[in-house]
């Protein structure tokens, strides 16, 4: 399920933002962290099981659709910044995007 996948993935990758953020001394406090933490369990739930009560999905293919999500996180996790330096270093986002600097047409 294309929607399990997407909403782990996004989930995590919040769930990886909030961690890099909080400190318990930090400016977010513990409760407002939690209740973080609490609504993308909420999202992910709801995404998932929605799917499978409306039958719309069977268990395996929401299964495998976290176990994709989690996986596309983890990738993201290990290769992540390594593809943000190429892309930035490399001009590709230059010649795909036009700003005033890179002009669509040449």
Known sequence: STHSTNSVSIALFFYDLLQRVYHPEGAMSQVTYQLAIALLLFYVFSIVYGRLYTGMHSFT???FGIALGAGIWGLHVLC????????RESGFIGKSFPTPHHPAVN
């Open 80 to 87: 992540g910044q390594a593809v943000d330096v190429w892309s």
């Open 61 to 63: 293919d929401c299964a």
